[in-house]
């Protein structure tokens, strides 16, 4: 009678009916379906999405049964909790607990503000319970928040060091206050890296921490604190992402995690969520190693237009691109749940939400079927949308996202780049994974000028991505008065975004290119040849097609100029190599 008692549960949740009032079941890590669907409501680019029964239902509908509470951003967009201390608010424990060291956390901690966050989680948490959803708090622990992200001190000792045993009782009893204050969280995220959460480096110069490797410390503090959460919460989960730590950490960890109470929630490659790299052999393997334990894995990653990839941009189609990454995700062995990493905006269209939706609610589909479903809502422009997210989705697929993690966020490029040598930014942080694994998947993890041929590589793949996005907003501005009403808007915004990414795309390319070709022609005139008409005349050529993708004549108009004027001038003054004085911002990957 239990087992049936249990089964129908199950089946609930799964359906995403309303079990607000029964005990949840979990799943074990033979589960072959995507028990968690986790769901999140705004995202950092746009963090003001409204919490409400409207938007949670849409969410229901498209198969997610579980949310994240809280966008818990590095950058903190609307001052949204990233830590515990910025929802638990408790003298006792503050005066039993006193630190050495400790700042103060970056929230805005006025009676007011705290009063505000309070309301504003318990509101959310009532919502989940009204619509059948499942919840999930996330926080980063240790809070470390006074090393800065990138900071030389990072090395140093954390008042808030794993081998104290006051960091963890301190964090036992923040959960237990957490459960007290905030009754309704079924399942809690704990980062113990980034998320304003750091950890002493055993080569640093923590004298607790010196030569003991941080598997063997953060383990035995992440399997405390999710016992702490079993006791508190006997029907909730405690997820932990291992992120920051190299490969070889990441392995040696599972191995001695409490699968009892602990599950794995990983990003979909060890460098990075990114859409068209999910799944590398890191994760294979951490799955199978979590599987071989029955330790339950969620894989986070993109499931909606917007990303951190194409920040700020919300409007961008490539759905062909988000159910492949899906599809590979669920074929991997050991997968209980998918988690939508960056946010959703659940009142405007969304292609790549709605096949991720179609894939959530009929796991059987292939990718052309789900396409064609997604499709249906277009009406007679029904083939040519088809047809244009099957060039963006190219793009997408083409544009050379593994060069460095800072050719992400490529709205945010600008399309004047410096008049300095292209290169490619690459230095991050003295992170284990930064200074080991990641650079298995990012070409590029430091800030040293690169060969040619690495600066022709990118070149030439975002001259491919760039070919491709032209062919789709051909495609795109020829249907846009007959794509229907109710979603033109949406339709021309995107149309909008890609021509915005294209300009993004073409500026690298010129300015890579540009680059070269000088670079040959100074080559050249040390070696005292001829620099042949050629090189010249390309030279020119693409530094009058980047002046039109600048829209603007300077600083372009000057070089032509200067070249026209006097090679051997020009030479000396254009595309040389200087120091990285981030000129045009983080973002602007070639620019220094």
Not at 17 to 29: G, H, K
Not at 48 to 67: A, C, H, I, P, S
Request: charged fraction near 25%; aromatic fraction near 10%.
């Amino acid at each position: 009678m239990k087992r049936v008692w249990l089964l129908a549960i199950l089946v609930g949740i799964l359906s995403g009916a309303d079990n607000s009032d029964a005990e949840t079941a979990l799943p074990d890590s033979k589960s072959t379906s995507l028990y968690y669907r986790i769901g999140l409501l705004g995202c950092p680019s746009k963090p003001d999405v409204e919490w409400n029964e409207q938007n949670l239902n849409r969410l229901k509908k498209l198969g997610f049964n579980t949310m994240q509470l809280n966008l818990a951003w590095g950058c903190r967009p609307a001052d949204e909790p990233l830590n515990l201390e910025d929802v638990v608010y408790d003298e006792a424990i503050s005066k039993s607990y006193s630190f050495k060291g400790l700042h103060p956390f970056r929230a805005d901690n006025s009676p007011a503000r705290k009063q505000q966050r309070q309301d504003e989680l318990r509101k959310r948490i009532a919502l989940c319970k009204k619509t059948g959803m499942r919840t999930l708090f996330h926080f980063g622990a240790p809070n470390n928040v006074c090393y800065s992200f990138g900071s030389a001190d990072i090395d140093s000792k954390m008042p808030l060091c794993l081998l104290d045993p006051n960091t963890t009782q301190y964090y036992v009893k923040m959960l237990d206050a957490f459960v007290k204050m905030y009754p309704g969280v079924d399942d809690i995220l704990v980062y113990t890296y980034d998320q304003d959460a750091w950890l002493c480096n055993e080569f640093g110069t923590c004298p607790a921490c010196q030569g003991i490797p941080l598997h063997e410390r953060v383990v035995p503090f992440v399997n405390k604190l999710a016992r702490a959460w079993k006791q508190c919460n006997p029907n909730g989960r405690f997820w932990w992402e291992p992120w920051e730590l190299s490969a070889g950490q990441v392995y040696q960890c599972i191995e001695q995690l409490d699968p009892d109470c602990v599950g794995l929630m990983l990003h979909s490659n060890v460098a990075e969520v990114q859409v068209t790299m999910a799944v590398d052999r890191w994760l294979k393997n951490s799955c199978y190693l979590a599987k071989t334990r029955a330790i339950p894995v969620v894989v986070e990653c993109f499931l909606g237009a917007p990303s951190e990839e194409v920040e700020p941009f919300n409007h961008l189609a490539y759905p062909h691109v988000v159910f492949r990454q899906i599809k590979a995700i669920h074929a991997l062995d050991g997968v209980i749940g998918i988690k939508e990493y960056y946010g959703t905006i659940p009142d405007k269209e969304d292609a790549n939400l709605r096949v991720s939706g179609a894939f959530f609610n009929n796991s059987t589909m292939t990718e052309s079927q789900a396409i064609d479903e997604i499709a249906k809502e277009y009406g007679p422009a029904g083939e040519s949308v088809k047809q244009f997210w099957t060039k963006t989705s190219q793009a997408m697929e083409l544009f050379p996202w593994d060069t460095s993690w800072y050719i992400r966020q490529v709205g945010r490029c600008d399309p004047v780049h410096s008049m300095t040598a292209a290169f490619i930014r690459g230095q991050q942080t003295h992170t284990p994974s930064w200074a080991s694994t990641r650079s298995a998947i990012f070409m590029k993890t430091d800030n040293a000028q690169p060969d040619p041929w690495m600066l022709e590589d990118v070149q030439l793949r975002c001259e491919l991505a760039a070919q491709r996005l032209s062919e789709a907003l051909t495609i795109g501005k020829a249907i846009q008065s007959k794509v229907p009403v109710s979603l033109s808007e949406d339709f021309q915004k995107g149309l909008e975004e890609w021509g915005e990414f294209q300009r993004r795309t073409l500026s690298y390319a010129y300015h890579l290119r540009e680059t070269n070709l000088v670079t040959m022609m100074r080559r050249l005139r040390q070696a005292k040849e001829p620099i042949p008409d050629r090189l010249l005349q390309e030279l020119k050529e693409v530094l009058l097609a980047d002046q039109a993708n600048q829209k603007q004549k300077e600083p372009i108009q000057t070089a032509l100029n200067a070249l026209n004027k006097d090679v051997d001038a020009f030479l000396s003054e254009y595309f040389q190599t200087t120091d990285d004085r981030i000129s045009k911002g983080h973002f602007t990957l070639t620019s220094r």
